[in-house]
């Protein structure tokens, strides 16, 4: 009995215990392991075919990752052009500040969370004096160069949580978020300031340019982007109209009542 009980651990017992060793591997994802000295039996083919599967298991299990990083590769573009898209939808490819669309979103935004929040924001609408001569006299490339530096002096005389877009041609926009009249009519000086002392250079002569900017309060009674951008719009004509280089605020009052302009 002794002897019987030796040749069945020896013939059956050991050799299911390492399969089964086997199987609790290759469930917890592991491939490495080898089963060696299996014999010509039943048990031997079990093991020949178990190891088969693993084999199988551990080239769909290489496949699948390969598989796996070659979507994620194919995700990570996908996002990145969808992101490079997004930047130019909304984004000005000249000087690289925000598009009108992407304003007048950036705006919409400002509007909603002024009229949630109660917060005070400014509209400033500016309007580059003097800037078509120059373009005329010295082309569109001088042009644009001087709409690239311009419009990258004015950004540095904002603060980080305020918005600058080129609204079109020589047009720009700012939105000035949790800010006050006082604070915007500090901000625009600064920046008629760093226009009027811009210099452009061109074929031994010296270019100035200026800026007339229209000022706009978020007073709790505009109801669209397209009203907020018209009162600063018309105030930065008035203010390019009374002599150029001005600031001018829009004030608002009812229709039968004076210039809303002060």
């Not at 811009?198 to 007073?219: K, T």
Request: aromatic letters at 8%; charged letters at 30%; hydrophobic letters at 35%.
């Amino acid at each position: 009995m002794i002897g019987i009980g030796i040749e069945v651990e020896i013939i059956i017992r050991r050799p299911i215990g390492k399969l089964v060793n086997a199987s609790r591997a290759l469930a917890r994802g592991t491939y490495s392991f080898t089963i060696t000295n299996y014999k010509n039996d039943e048990i031997g083919e079990l093991t020949y075919y178990f190891l088969e599967m693993r084999s199988a298991l551990e080239k769909n299990h290489i496949s699948l990752k390969n598989e796996i990083n070659v979507q994620r590769r194919k995700a990570d573009d996908l996002a990145l052009r969808k992101a490079e898209s997004d930047y130019k939808a909304y984004h000005d490819a000249l000087t690289g500040q925000i598009n009108r669309q992407g304003f007048e979103r950036a705006l919409y935004n400002a509007l909603c969370e002024s009229s949630e929040y109660k917060e005070r924001s400014v509209l400033l609408y500016l309007d580059l004096d003097r800037f078509k001569s120059v373009n005329d006299s010295c082309g569109h490339l001088a042009g644009d160069r001087i709409l690239q530096e311009v419009s990258a002096s004015m950004k540095s005389e904002i603060r980080e949580e305020d918005s600058l877009g080129r609204l079109g041609g020589d047009e720009f926009g700012i939105i000035l978020k949790s800010c006050s009249l006082k604070k915007a009519h500090e901000i625009a000086s600064g920046i008629i300031n760093r226009v009027v002392n811009y210099r452009f250079n061109y074929e031994e002569r010296s270019f100035s340019i200026g800026v007339s900017i229209g000022v706009a309060e978020y007073d709790g009674d505009i109801a669209s982007t397209e009203s907020w951008l018209q009162r600063a719009d018309k105030a930065c004509y008035i203010a390019k109209n009374s002599g150029r280089g001005q600031v001018v605020t829009y004030k608002h009052v009812p229709e039968h009542e004076s210039d809303p302009i002060h």
